[in-house]
């Protein structure tokens, strides 16, 4: 079986998880949002009620997302080229990584509940 495909989906993962990070820095740093990663079209970011307290309240789940989202890509990225994690761990690596993409979506939910 070819694994081009797999290759090709650990790769956009590893830099989603990049991105992310990119979209925490600008959080904590620079007090910046990327309306198209949180944001619905809908939801806009002059509108919300208290920037200050929605950039305290994503950022570090942005980070933990972002911490999750780049290692889940990059050990997939390293077990398609050298075959070093057994099907076990990498299943698990995957769960903790869908868990925290549900757990990270129910929380951009909340956030505009609480912010706009």
């Known amino acids: 079986m070819d ?3 797999f290759r090709l989906m650990d790769f956009m993962v590893l830099g989603c998880g990049i ?3 990119y979209a925490y820095y600008l959080m ?4 910046e949002v990327k309306e ?6 809908e939801t806009k970011w002059a509108k919300c009620k ?3 307290a929605y950039l305290a309240y994503m950022a570090p789940k942005t980070l933990i997302m972002g911490i999750t989202t ?6 997939g990225v390293i077990n398609d080229y050298l075959n070093l994690l057994n099907w076990q761990v990498f ?3 995957t769960v903790v990584f869908f868990a925290v ?5 129910v929380i951009i939910k909340k956030s505009v509940k609480l912010f706009w």
């Open 36 to 41: 198209n990663l949180f944001l619905s079209a």
């Open 3 to 5: 694994n081009s495909m």
């Open 70 to 75: 780049a290692v889940s890509g990059a050990l």
């Open 50 to 52: 208290d920037k200050k």
């Open 28 to 31: 904590k740093f620079k007090g």
């Open 91 to 93: 299943l698990g690596v």
């Open 101 to 105: 993409v549900v757990w990270f979506g």
């Open 19 to 21: 991105y992310l990070l």
